[in-house]
């Protein structure tokens, strides 16, 4: 048994989360670029319009291309810089909320891009840092909505949409890490079972797993 | 899913078996018993194991007796997705209500989609998972339920599209992936037609954000499934290679 050598620790087993996530976290923000990207250029009816709305998305690519390439290239970055450049989408979305010409708060219908970058933060990150950016995007949308006036706390109607939204995002976030805690329990399972089962002595694969799944 | 297609309840290493009811992995055959290679084996195994016999009882026998290991592990999520939608509906139904027949409607469908979901929660509770087609159904509901909502609302107008991101959640990272291309189309067929028939030109780049941000929730669930996926082989494999070493270190280190 002493050649039973530790496979991962729960140093590693974060990263590996990280490595993995990072892909879906990519994918996600890819989505959120073409969709504004599209729109931006659908919906342009003026140079200045155009100008004025084109650079959000230019700054997501910018900062998308970036860590995309670091990772197809074999060296993607660590937590912080993925946790701070999912913290950027925020405040982009938030920001395209809140500025977009026509449409402000409430009424503007980009708030969708809120669930994918919320529910890819929440694949991949534990549930402590999931629920800190879950509840920043939906404070952040809620300020949104009321600095721009288009949501009066007179739970009317309007009130009741904001809290639907905010509900939903709050799911995303919540939805995507119960999932991902499940499937760390199941790759530490995975594991137990198969030394359990052989009649070996477990390696520490399993401390390693269990890590920080919570 | 048919019986014939169970290969995917075998570990990647051929040598267990998922049990959904006893929610544990099985020896498909003994370490060292003569019953090897597993390819043929497990087929008969699984035939008649308890997961098979459970399903002949109770609703899921009218539905099949297959049940995955992945979708077992999925169904909570759909499950607890669906507790969201239906207590975030009943809430909200009661929020400045539009009409009568709205709310009635509202009501209706919330009230059975809970039934419905309790039913396979308190499988999920007693360690039986439901068999996959009761979930492939039950998620069919959910399309179906937000769908009405939407319709009594007026459509493309209506605020409770955002429920179909939650049930797409839940389907994204329990389905496998053709069945999640299946729903996920499904969904933005319906939800599309629905409102381009209700809405304005004007309104042609929201829709299209609404679809194209569904379409995004799908392909990163599923990414994340098959990844995870993917990673759980590999780490069995190694796993698996580490214990052989060991194995075979052994009998060498007892005769030292």
Known sequence: ?214 | MTVDNRQHLVSPDGKWYWDGVAQTWAPVAPPHGDVWPPNEEPKQRQSASPAARAATRGLSSFVGNVRSEDLAFGQTVLVWARWILIGTGLVLSFWTPSDLLTLQVQLAAIVALAFGNFYLHVQLLRGHAAVDKVVYLASLADICVVTALVLVQGGYSSPVFIFYFAAVVGISVAFPSALTVAYTALVVGIYGVVCLATAIPDDYPAIFTRLLMIAAIAVCGNLFARNESHRRAEAIRIHQEVLDEAEQSSPSLQKA
């Open chain 1, 1 to 214: 048994m002493s050649n039973v050598r530790e496979i991962r620790t729960s140093a590693q087993a974060d990263q590996e989360d990280v490595f993995f996530g990072q892909t879906v976290i990519l994918w996600a923000r890819w989505s959120v670029i073409a969709a504004g990207i599209a729109l931006v250029l659908w919906t342009s009816t003026s140079i200045s319009h155009l100008t004025q709305t084109i650079p959000f998305f230019l700054a997501l690519m910018a900062m998308n291309f970036f860590l995309h390439g670091r990772y197809v290239m074999g060296s993607p970055l660590n937590r912080a810089v993925v946790t701070v450049a999912s913290v950027i989408d925020l405040v982009l979305i938030t920001a395209i909320v809140v500025l977009w010409p026509g449409s402000h708060g409430l009424n503007n219908q980009f708030f969708v891009l809120y669930f994918p970058v919320v529910f890819a933060f929440a694949l991949v990150f534990t549930r402590r840092i999931e629920a800190a950016y879950t509840v920043m995007a939906m404070g952040a949308y809620a300020i949104a909505c009321f600095l721009t006036g288009t949501v009066a706390l007179d739970l009317g109607y309007d009130d009741k949409v904001l809290v639907m939204r905010l509900i939903v995002i709050a799911a995303m976030g919540f939805l995507g890490n119960y999932y991902f805690r499940i499937q760390r329990d199941r790759l530490a399972r995975a594991s137990e079972d198969s030394s359990a089962k052989s009649g070996l002595a477990r390696t520490p694969i399993q401390p390693a797993l269990r890590g920080s799944g919570s």
